[in-house]
């Protein structure tokens, strides 16, 4: 079975640039989250979706930043502009309903970095 | 809130010694209980869960109880490789949020 799938895997660009990372969540899952990971930090909840509905986005740090969930099997998280304090590891997990207690299934991250 | 209080790391063992990474949480109600690791490179993998008091997770030799009395669910395995080297992750969905709470992280490194 395809996991979560997010791309691109790396991303090296220049502050102020738009970057834009994707991702396509386990068929069928209805729960959609992005997280950020940096050593200061650890992981962070940026946001999630519940049937491409945004649910809690408060993790979001900044108006810069953006999710959308145009349909079941993709999402955007969009940083624009830029700033090298972004880079970190992004990632989408995705998970299904039912029981709360069903786990994530996260991708492999898209590495950022901002020059 | 909910939290999660993971073990200092890094931690550095030798193979084939014992492994214990202590989890302490805070939760209001009755929260299901994970360890997820994240090998170099990649995505956080689940490695094994509780969902109530006293259930115990097992997976890859790892194994976890969940004690409510104590609030934790201690990592261990008995005899460590150096393919477990990793970073571990506890972390707690509480209550009706569908909102992963993870610890820190604890960087394990095992030597040959």
Redesign the interface.
Known sequence: DAGVIQSPRHEVTEMGQEVTLRCKPISGHDYLFWYRQTMMRGLELLIYFNNNVPIDDSGMPEDRFSAKMPNASFSTLKIQPSEPRDSAVYFCASSTSGSFNQPQHFGDGTRLSIL | GDSVTQMEGPVTLSEEAFLTINCTYTATGYP?L?W?VQYP??????LL?A?KADDKGSNKGFEATYRKETTSFHLEKGSVQVSDSAVY?CAL?GG?????T?G??TQLTVLP
């Open positions: 299901s994970f997820y490179g990649e995505g956080l993998q689940l869960k969902t992750f969905i009706s949020a569908r909102q992963l993870f820190s992280g």
